[in-house]
């Protein structure tokens, strides 16, 4: 039979019934793992004052003057410590049943409970793939340790020693969804099994995380990763990489990640101090890729303003830090100088190139100093020449966005020439199609820029006497042959590595006549925003390339395929 109590604090939050049918813990709490704190009832504070009034002593020791206290009231005998039985009650006024939302927000502050950044877990049974019969548990156990020893040592994205599979089975089914679906994309003979959970993604969590507002870590990992190896669409304005990433970035909001970087160290046992790191990592992984996929798609970065590096400099030194960890904060600090080096050439007088280009190479000279020393035996920055040599292009192509072709400094060029070089050598050499199939699309479009700057710096050959086009064309077509293997080895056909492939391989079969013209103003669509992308736009073409690589005619109206 159905108890009378005062409503807790959570069902008030939320306007809800509570419903007590036995001891002090309502039902609602007890599902959703809350804890449940009530406000002490009229009588209640009646008696207390009367106790504490009839007896001086007994605020200190009611139990030894009042025997009777826990007897009288038979519902409380079994009760397990009350949160607001910690602190000392407010008896000066008595408040409502329901109380202000004022002072509902302060007492729950004042008592500790989870009030405020909770996450709703995506734990129900029909959110679970397995249940669902789209994948056996086995299968699924299989494919989540197999993401880890492949995609896991370029992404940096988890705690092994927390994110294991009983972990992950428990607490998030997002999560466990999005690791076994890019992990079956490249797994050969499990194409119905990603169907499967490519729909159970698209047709249930998606709309189930909007619809009911669940949030967690893992939800926002699971979006963050989903929008990282998003498949390429046949028409550029449905890709949804940036629509994923901002709702990874709206959950991760909601529970306040970014806040931890912000705040005072407290002593934490393991366990919080994982968890702590765990949130902390996320929102520094969406930082990077946020930052990364603003670049591609000529949008202007939603969280570049924020000083991350400042906050997390040595966050990689601080008590159970993964291994991967000093990686990461490496990042930070490679796209704070690119977005410190880019803000210093809008401040920068027309005259001021050549002091902008040497401060530039100056700042990633240092960074190589710092971090490439490690970079062998590190995840993710054993990848460190590539990382840099991209940032290079990048800014060097920025100094001579507004600079006519018959101004450019040959000095620039060369400068451009070297790292766009250094960049197409390196690539087959670090990432080899084995490992290359384990990559995110970032690295796939980064690879296309750097071969159309170089197609487009084989065009100034004749200006510039030190550009050799045979080497440009040899270098573009090893990384052209390392990204078709790297297609080859899924039988899936939508793969961002099978679309850049295919895009780059249409590039360089062009004549040197139709590479001239193929600029950004070709692709058939325009994005209204101020593009700080370097060196002609080329970045947002070579991202939008594993779009039109679907399309035959699309790619026969660029180069002329076909």
Request: proline share 4%.
């Amino acid at each position: 039979m159905e108890q009378k109590r005062l409503a807790c604090y959570n069902c008030r939050t939320q306007k809800l019934r509570c419903s007590t049918v036995r001891g002090d813990v309502c039902t609602r709490c007890v599902s959703k793992g809350l804890v449940c704190a009530r406000p002490q009832s009229r009588r209640e504070r009646k008696d207390e004052r009367g106790r504490r009034t009839s007896s001086p002593q007994g605020r200190q020791n009611p139990e030894h003057h009042h025997p009777q206290v826990h007897t009288n009231s038979a519902p409380a005998a079994g009760r397990s410590q009350r949160i607001e039985d910690l602190i000392e009650p407010d008896t000066d006024h008595d408040l409502a049943p329901i109380e202000s939302a004022e002072h509902l927000f302060w007492s729950a502050r004042k008592r500790k409970v989870p009030f405020a950044f909770g996450p709703r877990l995506d734990t129900s049974s029909v959110l679970d793939p397995i249940i669902s019969g789209l994948i056996t548990d086995v299968q699924a156990e299989r494919l989540f340790n197999r993401f880890h020893e492949t995609f896991g040592r370029t992404l940096a994205y988890f705690d092994s020693s927390l994110c294991t599979f009983a972990h992950v089975r428990q607490t998030s089914h997002a999560l466990l969804t999005a690791v076994c679906l890019i992990m079956a994309r490249v797994e050969p003979g499990l194409e119905r099994v990603s169907e499967g959970l490519d729909n159970h993604v698209n047709h249930v969590l998606l709309p189930a995380i909007l619809l009911q507002d669940l949030r967690s870590v893992e939800i926002a990992q699971s979006l963050m990763m989903l929008a990282a190896f998003q498949c390429p669409n046949k028409d550029i304005r449905e890709d949804r990489s940036w629509t994923l990433l901002v709702h990874a970035i709206r959950v991760a909001s909601e529970l306040n990640l970014q806040g931890s970087l912000f705040a005072n160290r407290t002593d934490q046992g393991e366990a919080e101090c994982r968890r702590r790191r765990n949130a902390e990592r996320t929102w520094i992984n969406l930082w990077l890729h946020e930052f990364s996929l603003a670049q591609h798609t000529g949008r202007r970065s939603l969280l570049a303003d924020q000083g991350l590096f400042s906050a997390c400099r040595e966050w990689y030194l601080e008590p159970h830090a993964c291994h991967s960890d000093l990686a990461l904060v490496a990042m930070v600090e490679l796209r704070t100088i690119v977005l410190r080096n880019r803000q210093l050439y809008k401040q920068l007088p027309k005259e001021s190139t050549s002091y902008y280009v040497e401060h530039c190479k100056s700042d990633l000279k240092a960074w190589s100093r710092a971090w490439v020393s490690a970079s062998e035996s590190m995840p993710r920055l054993e990848l460190a020449t590539l990382y840099v040599n991209h940032a290079l292009v990048q800014l060097l192509g920025l100094a001579l966005r507004n600079t006519p072709a018959a101004e450019w400094n040959p000095d620039i060029i060369l400068d451009l020439y070297r790292a766009c070089l250094n960049y197409l050598e390196a690539f087959p050499n670090l990432l080899v199609p084995a490992k290359l199939v384990y990559c995110y699309n970032s690295m796939f479009v980064a690879a296309t820029y750097e071969a159309a700057v170089a197609i487009r710096l084989a065009n100034l050959a004749a200006k510039f006497g030190f550009i050799d086009v045979a080497t440009i064309r040899s270098l573009c077509g090893r990384v052209s042959s390392c990204l078709d293997q790297a297609a080859a080895t899924t039988t899936t056909i939508d793969t961002a590595a099978r679309s850049y492939a295919r895009f780059l391989t249409c590039i360089l079969q062009l004549p040197p006549s139709r590479q001239q013209s193929s600029q950004p103003e070709v692709p058939p669509f325009t994005f209204d925003t101020e593009s700080t992308l370097g060196f002609e736009s080329l970045e947002m073409f070579a991202w939008a390339g594993a779009s039109s690589a679907q399309q035959d005619d699309l790619l026969a109206e660029l180069f002329g395929w076909q």
